[in-house]
């Protein structure tokens, strides 16, 4: 683990008191510093926590909201529940799967921008097919849209760079 990457950790535990107590928003703090959490922060987190590396794998691989994978900056949400599957969700999953070069096996871009993540349900059946981008709804979705989407997200991204 770096320097960096460990005295950002020791700072979440310190926030917490190291109470073991808090392992959920401790977790939730560290995947929020680096988009998913990390094996030898977990590692670090559980000795710090003087509970076993287990329980904390056990905690990150149960819950859905974490994620052990790398994930990319930018996460596309796409409902794939009964509503937005019988609007056509399917081509919106294509359409940004050929977008990104990504496929079901692969779900983050190798330059880390963006992830895809199909989902069961965003409670949003009334605006069917919908697509979460960074936290921001976009209801009745088509290939086309999504993949304007991406675009200006890719240009926003380009021009933050540039900055």
Known sequence: MSVEK???????????????SKLIPILQKVQHKYNYL??????FVANSLGIPPAKVFGVATFFSHFSITPKGKHIIKICDGTACHVKKSEGIINAVQNKLGLNAQKHTTDDFNFTLECVSCLGACGIAPVVVIDE????????????????????????????
């Open 6 to 20: 460990l005295s950002d950790v020791i700072a979440i535990l310190n926030e917490y008191d190291n109470n073991p």
């Open 38 to 43: 990390p094996e030898d922060a977990m590692t």
């Open 136 to 163: 921001e709804v976009h209801p009745q979705m088509t290939p086309e849209k999504v993949t304007a989407l991406i675009d200006e997200v890719a240009k926003k991204e380009a021009q933050n760079a540039g900055k």
